[in-house]
Structures are given as structure tokens and as C-alpha cells.
């Protein structure tokens, strides 16, 4: 079992150009575009949030259920649920803005235990900046660490939600140690400064670095450097690609019993190209499509 724990909301995707162009609601959130994708690689999934009694919030259960993901550890509440509206560039790349106060999966609370069978915990985006829940999420990062269960985090850094940058790039070192596999863009690295050296140095036991259409990199503690280019494609938007990236990699490495600090590092140079070209191929797939639509276990090869 693959636990995903972090927000699940509405993205608000415009329909058309300028600046009063219809808004489309679809089911997003970077933790919870992953569980999706998860589920329709056919990993057996679970996700560890809270979310809405209102009618976005039922649809988001809803969409979890659709794709076979257990949602048993998702608390409820009364407040609305958070809203993400999303500007798309000519490049298909989007930036969000974000609608919070208040909101529902900002009240999470760490549970007691993880779902039995958990093998691995995945953290990251809005979950691990917005307080009191970014407290109780870091709780449960570092629990599953002490547990011995594998952890993956991806930062997916919306700086616009970050009041003290300064504050949080240490928070974010302080996670490192809790660690086993750290992903995230070339852009989220820019921001959060360091090195992938520096951070293997800190505790994950691999690093591993998305670029864009121009594929992805590994670094892994005994030094390796793995790289693999991106997947040729006619790019509708990003959105979803970077967490299609993370499903891939946890499927992945579950499907070579490989969800260990001692295994990512034992995969070596050709396991770690057969991975990032799975990674690559999975991203391409939801960069073709409007929002994010990750593929099934159907359309890709491999694992």
C-alpha cells in the first residue's frame, strides 16, 4: 500500500483567453493528482487528507473512488474546500492562485497509525506550507520515518503561499533527514537553493530532478547520475505532469520491491533508466491532455 497525504481541491481551469474567460472546476491538488495516478497505474493506493462535507469535496472522494483508491483515512469537516485558479502560458505551463482561508484540508490532524500494509508515505505541495495542517502532515512525515517506512517528498513549491521563503527553505532542510526519496523541478530547486549533493548529503538516498520536455535526472548517494530525455509530445497544458512523475517513480519502485533508502541506491544505472524513461513516458501522456488526466497502466509499458 502506497499512502499519499496531502490537500485535495478545485482547480479553476479557464475555458478560452483573457482575462474573463469561463472557469472549468476539476479535481486537483498535487498529493491528490498523484493518489489518481497511482491508482490507474493499479497500486494498491491510499489517501490520508481531509476534505469537504460540500459538494467539490464529494466529488474529489469521488474521483479517489473511481480509480480504486482506499479513502478510509480521509477525515471530514464542514469548511469549503480550497480553491486553485490556474493561468495557462502559451507553453501550456500553469501558475495558480489560491483560495484558502478557512478551508477544509487546512485542519488536518496527524492520525494515530498509517493504513496497514503501508510501504510508502508521499508528501508535498500546499499540505506542507499552510498551518495548523502543514504541522500535523510533517508530524506524520516524521513518524513514518522513525517507523522505517519509506518516504517521498516532493516540495512542488507555489511561492505566492509562502509568506517567509526564508523560513520555509529551512523548514524544508529540517524535513531531509525524514527523507528517503526527494523529487521535484528544476524550478522548485532554483527557489529552494542547494545542491542535489547537498541535499543527499542531509538524507534521502536519492534525488531525483525533473526538466521540463527535457527529460529527468537521478542522483543517488553513492554518487550516481542518471539521466534520461523527455518523451516527444504536442503539449496541451502541465498541469498534473510533476505528480504523474511521482506516481511513476513510487509505482515503479514498489513494482521492483524497491521502496527502501538501500534499494534506490542497489537499482543502479540500468534500473534507474528504466524507471525515469517510465517516468518520462507517464508525464508525456498527461501533458497531451487538458488538465490533469494521468494515464492507466494500459498506455504505458514496463511495469
Not at 492562485?97 to 478551508?103: A, I, L, N, Q
Not at 490532524?109 to 506542507?128: D, H, K, N, Y
Not at 517521498?152 to 521563503?165: E, F, H, K, M, Q
Request: charged residues 20%.
Amino acid at each position: 500500500m502506497i499512502v499519499v497525504a496531502g490537500e485535495a481541491l478545485i482547480d479553476l481551469v479557464p475555458q478560452g483567453t483573457g482575462a474573463l474567460a469561463s472557469l472549468k472546476p476539476a479535481l486537483g491538488g498535487g498529493p491528490y493528482n498523484t493518489a489518481v495516478a497511482l491508482g490507474r497505474l493499479g497500486s494498491p493506493t491510499a489517501f490520508c487528507s481531509r476534505t469537504s462535507y460540500d459538494a467539490f469535496g464529494e466529488a474529489l472522494l469521488g474521483g479517489l473512488r473511481e480509480t480504486g483508491v482506499d479513502v478510509s483515512a480521509v477525515q471530514r469537516g464542514t469548511e469549503p474546500t480550497t480553491l486553485a485558479v490556474a493561468t495557462i502560458d502559451a507553453n501550456g505551463s500553469a501558475a495558480y492562485s489560491f483560495y484558502v482561508d478557512g478551508t477544509a484540508d487546512r485542519l488536518f490532524t496527524a492520525p494515530a497509525e498509517l493504513p496497514a500494509r503501508t510501504r510508502a508515505v508521499s508528501f508535498g505541495t500546499c499540505s506542507l506550507v499552510l498551518e495548523p495542517g502543514a504541522s500535523a502532515y510533517e508530524e506524520l512525515m516524521r513518524s513514518a520515518a522513525e517507523q522505517g517506512v519509506f518516504t517521498a517528498l516532493d516540495p512542488n513549491i507555489r511561492a505566492g503561499l509562502i509568506p517567509d521563503p526564508d523560513g520555509y527553505r529551512a523548514r524544508f532542510k529540517s524535513w531531509l533527514p525524514s527523507v528517503s526519496l526527494l523529487k521535484l523541478s528544476e524550478e522548485d530547486a532554483l527557489w529552494l537553493g542547494g545542491t542535489p549533493r547537498e541535499w543527499l548529503a542531509a538524507g534521502p538516498a536519492a534525488v531525483v530532478i525533473t526538466q521540463g520536455g527535457d527529460g529527468l535526472t537521478a542522483f543517488t548517494r553513492d554518487g550516481g547520475v542518471h539521466s534520461v530525455p523527455g518523451e516527444g509530445v504536442d503539449v496541451v497544458d502541465t498541469i498534473g505532469a510533476g505528480d504523474t512523475v511521482n506516481a511513476a517513480l513510487l509505482h515503479g519502485l514498489a513494482a521492483q520491491d524497491a521502496l527502501s533508502a538501500e534499494a534506490l541506491v542497489g537499482l543502479g544505472a540500468d534500473g534507474w533508466t528504466r524507471l525515469l524513461r517510465f517516468a518520462a513516458r507517464a508525464a508525456a501522456i498527461t501533458c497531451s491532455r487538458a488538465g490533469a488526466e494521468p494515464p492507466y497502466a494500459s498506455e504505458l509499458r514496463d511495469f
